[in-house]
């Protein structure tokens, strides 16, 4: 197996997780190639990718309040956020579905670029932001706000409570909100917020994310073909030979415990813990 089927089975058996930091780091390469300026060492966004704060310009490109959420503006902007992003990820999908932390993801975005763009407008601050910090604070605020205090391990450190994480990555928002980045913060704090108001209302029986897997469903029945086949009139036979069908089922109990055996070693000890004849395996069987 080389590298590309390595990553292709990562980014299948990942979950959305995966996924999403997948997508980042995919629209961080694509950056590089068409927008990246060698002379200036920085990104100039196109206005239709960027989110503008100029309602001139948000108001024709509506799908902005979304695509900045996977754009950065350095390497080390894209290295730091998704770091945080697999390590809120990993905690919120531990108590959420994969529906859930896709629909907060994309919520918490939309809703922290809605909150920039006019607090930029009313205050008169031309301006437009990218990157995925906003969506990523949503995620680590909302699994905060139902286990503020689950016990995490930290590097050098040890055990911390999860809040307390949380409040050190807040309170430094909040003291830079002035000096550097201003929109950057707003949409922070506004993505915080909104992870503490989706799981609030999460509680009470109201699942915001709903509205975007409803949404993605609707897209994806839209473009579906259903198959078209002709009536068929079917002969049931109801003798089946006995031996054949027992053996098909054996056949394919192995096979299925296998990759349960597999799956249970990735959710304990990692991806990287397989072997190369299990991840030759897995490929194989995700064909």
């Known amino acids: 197996m080389n590298i590309l089927d390595d990553l292709k089975l990562q980014y299948k058996l990942g979950g959305i997780a995966m996924r999403v930091i997948y997508w980042n780091i995919a629209c961080f390469l694509i950056s590089l190639v068409f927008f990246y300026q060698f002379s200036g060492g920085s990104f100039a966004y196109p206005d239709w990718l960027a989110l503008s704060s100029d309602p001139n310009v948000f108001m024709f490109r509506p799908w902005t309040f979304l695509t900045y959420a996977f754009f950065h503006s350095s390497f080390l902007h894209l290295l730091f956020n998704m770091m945080v992003l697999n390590f809120a990820s990993n905690l919120f999908l531990t108590f959420f579905t994969q529906k859930q932390y896709l629909g907060l993801y994309i919520l918490g975005a939309v809703f922290s670029g809605v909150v920039f763009s006019l607090s ?3 205050l008169n601050i031309p301006g437009s932001i990218v990157g995925a910090s906003a969506a990523i604070m949503a995620v680590l605020v909302g699994v905060t706000t139902y286990q503020p205090l689950m016990n995490v391990r930290l590097l050098l450190i040890g055990n911390v409570k999860l809040w307390h994480i949380t409040t050190v990555i807040l309170v430094l928002d909040l003291m830079q909100f002035r000096l550097d980045n201003t929109g950057g913060h707003i949409s922070h704090l506004a993505g915080a917020l909104f992870g503490f108001i989706f799981i609030k ?20 029945n839209l473009f579906k073909k259903s198959p078209s086949t002709p009536f068929k009139k079917v002969h049931k036979n109801y003798k089946k030979p006995a031996e054949k069908v027992a053996s098909r089922i054996v056949t394919k109990d192995k096979t299925q415990q296998q990759i349960d055996e597999i799956l249970d070693k990735i959710s304990q000890s990692g991806y990287d813990c397989l072997t190369k ?11």
């Open 120 to 122: 930029f407008y009313f």
């Open 201 to 220: 209302l999460l509680q009470n029986g109201t699942d915001l994310s709903i509205i975007i897997s409803r949404t993605i469903d609707f897209f994806t």
């Open 277 to 287: 004849e299990e991840k030759e395996f897995l490929f194989k069987a995700g064909k």
